[in-house]
């Protein structure tokens, strides 16, 4: 089973930074559009972010101008740098290889004060 590893997660106050990390293997970070998801308690599983092989971005109404995702072909790394983060941002951050079944096991991010 392929392994997608996040890292940068953790508790940050309301207007903080962070930035999300996600390492996974030359083949699957070469071929695959990858994707941050958030899920908050009771919540349904949303898309934040997405890049394309070719960087292409795309973002969630809820994020844009605050998050941005990017992606270092040298290290096979995607990162999710978010600023001006607010409390409705506190959530299980995921890190997915679109179109298939390959997920990170996820970093949590707390914004509270």
């Known amino acids: 089973q392929e392994q997608l590893v996040e890292s940068g997660g953790g508790l940050v106050q309301p207007g903080g930074s962070l930035r999300l990390s996600c390492a996974a293997s030359?083949?699957?970070?070469?071929?695959?559009?990858m994707e941050w998801y958030r899920q908050a308690p009771g919540k349904q599983r949303e898309l934040v972010a997405s890049i394309t092989t070719s960087g292409t971005t795309n973002y969630a109404d809820s994020v844009k101008d605050r998050f941005t995702i990017s992606r270092d072909n040298t290290n096979n790394t995607v990162y999710l740098q978010m600023n001006s983060l607010k409390p409705e941002d506190t959530a299980v951050y995921l890190c997915?290889?679109?179109?298939?079944?390959?997920w990170g096991q996820g970093t949590q991010v707390t914004v509270s004060s």
């Open positions: 030359l083949w699957v970070f070469s071929i695959f559009d």
């Open positions: 997915h290889a679109a179109r298939t079944t390959y």
